[in-house]
């Protein structure tokens, strides 16, 4: 290592550069390069762990002789944890869980490991960030101390080695990755370098012992810690854990699943006992619903497999003396949104060039599909024209630029839900009526083009 040179190297993607850039080439982060050493080809993470090298020539296997062998799945005790990794925890798998702090990324691992203990014998649970009595306070908060949940207060990788070697652990965490960091390292801990080579070693320890590594990655824009992005590439599965703080929803999403769907969404909610799945998202994203109220619509979008019932609101309002009218989208795409308007004003002559224009979704989702289109326009006119779309009212489709409504698909499905919760009207696009069978007690409402769906649902 001692003739190591300097590199400059992104905090945010990992772009390295032989001099310092004021703007990053790759991601177009801005004040993102810092000095660090190039590491040798074979850094000493690399060495530790002994990657060996076979003699003789590599022969290659015919595709047809590789045997897929099934792989093992171990449910992690949280259902919807489990959705999202696509049916349990794969032995040797490595998953980064990313997120904000503060939003439960310890607690949730804290929980998953408590019940993978149970089932898979000795589990190991690795923080360098919280000592043994806070994280033993808050797994008696949890209700997680079964006696398979060892818990190692560490940041030197080389002793964090030595411990998985020693103690074979089932499944491991590392609380978070960017605390890592290996002596012989001349990079600073949480520098890309370190966060990389880290990474890569647990990767390697994952894969030989056949053991689940959950590496807890902090998204930070400062350019001080090393964001998930460098490590995306070298896992096997990358999950988001998101939400409002405010608000005790809490979404997991997969990014990236080398053993699973990545559409799949986990649900849960933040409570005093930790964290508990959500089993009827769509009763909870509905619950504070004003009644009867303008602006306000109903959609039954779909997250991945699964239909969920959201709350879009619009509030319209004239803009103040001759400036530009406002458009504030939350949670629904902006560029849908922008067309949806431009649809509105051409083609059903609302006057919405006037109008300031804000868009949300409630509970912190996120809608981005087409089908939730006729939602945002019906929402919309709902607010201009003040008049409620009713209570018992849920839009579905896609609204195309010559105002017609486009078909969706998992129709079906989307209107049980809605039946479900007790809906008992559905606009639907008209191309989608043929062969629909509809759940009871909900009654479809056909639209071929969106000024029909307005003279159905807002007309004044
Ligand atoms: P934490 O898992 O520490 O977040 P992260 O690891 O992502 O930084 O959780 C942080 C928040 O969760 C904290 O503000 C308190 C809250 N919380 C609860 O509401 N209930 C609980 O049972 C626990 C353990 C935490
Ligand atoms: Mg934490």
Redesign the pocket.
């Given at each position: 290592m001692g003739r190591s040179k300097a590199v400059f190297v992104c905090q945010e993607c990992g772009h390295e550069s032989p001099k310092w850039l004021g703007r990053c080439p790759a991601c177009s982060a801005w004040n993102a390069f810092v000095e660090e050493r190039a590491s040798s080809a074979a850094g000493p993470a690399a060495r530790t762990l002994g990657t060996q090298k076979r003699n003789g020539e590599a022969r290659p296997l015919r595709l047809l002789d590789a045997r897929a062998a099934p792989e093992e799945r171990t449910p992690t005790g949280l259902r919807e944890f489990d959705r999202v990794l696509g049916g349990g925890i794969v032995a040797g798998a490595v998953v980064l869980v990313g997120?904000?702090?503060?939003?439960?990324?310890?607690?949730?691992l804290l929980q998953v490991m408590n019940s993978l203990g149970a089932t898979l014998g000795p589990v190991l649970y690795i923080s360098g960030e919280e000592s043994a009595q806070q994280v033993r306070l808050?797994a008696e908060?949890?209700g997680a101390v079964g006696g398979d949940l060892f818990f190692l207060a560490e940041t030197d990788l080389s002793v964090i080695e030595a411990a998985l070697a020693g103690n074979r652990p089932r499944a491991v965490v590392v609380?978070s990755i960017q605390t890592v960091f290996h002596p012989d390292l001349p990079a600073a801990p949480g520098s890309v370098t370190q966060v990389r080579e880290c990474a890569a070693a647990l990767l390697r320890w994952g894969k030989a012992a056949s053991v689940p590594v959950f590496l807890?990655g902090h998204v930070t824009k400062s350019g001080e810690l090393a964001g998930p992005r460098v490590l995306e590439h070298i896992v096997d599965t990358v999950l988001y854990?998101e939400g409002e703080r405010q608000t005790s929803f809490r979404l997991l999403r997969a990014v990236k699943n080398r053993f699973g769907p990545t559409h799949e969404v986990g649900i849960f909610e933040?409570?005093?006992?930790?964290l508990s799945e959500v089993e009827n998202p769509s009763r909870l994203f509905l619950a504070e619903r004003p009644p009867n109220a303008a602006g306000s619509v109903v959609i039954p979008a779909m997250e991945g497999t699964r239909p969920v019932l959201v709350e879009v609101q619009a509030l319209v309002g004239s803009t103040n003396f001759m400036g530009t009218p406002r458009r504030l989208v939350t949670g629904a795409d902006y560029n849908r949104v922008a067309i949806v308007l431009a649809v509105l004003e051409k083609r059903a002559g609302l006057a919405l060039g006037s109008q300031d224009v804000y868009v949300n979704v409630v509970g912190g989702v996120r809608v981005q599909e087409p089908a939730a289109d006729l939602g945002l326009a019906l929402a919309v006119a709902s607010s201009l024209r003040n008049v409620p779309v009713g209570q018992d009212t849920v839009a579905v489709g896609e609204v195309g630029l010559a105002g017609e409504v486009r078909s969706v698909a998992r129709l079906e499905y989307r209107l049980s839900e809605a039946a479900k919760l007790g809906f008992t009207r559905a606009v639907i696009p008209a191309t989608n009526r043929e062969g629909l069978r509809l759940p009871k007690g909900l009654a479809a409402v056909p639209v071929r083009r969106v000024e029909e769906a307005l003279e159905e649902c807002v007309a004044r």
């Open positions: 997120g904000d702090p503060g939003i439960g990324k310890s607690t949730l808050r908060r949890l609380d807890v854990f933040m409570t005093e006992a930790g």
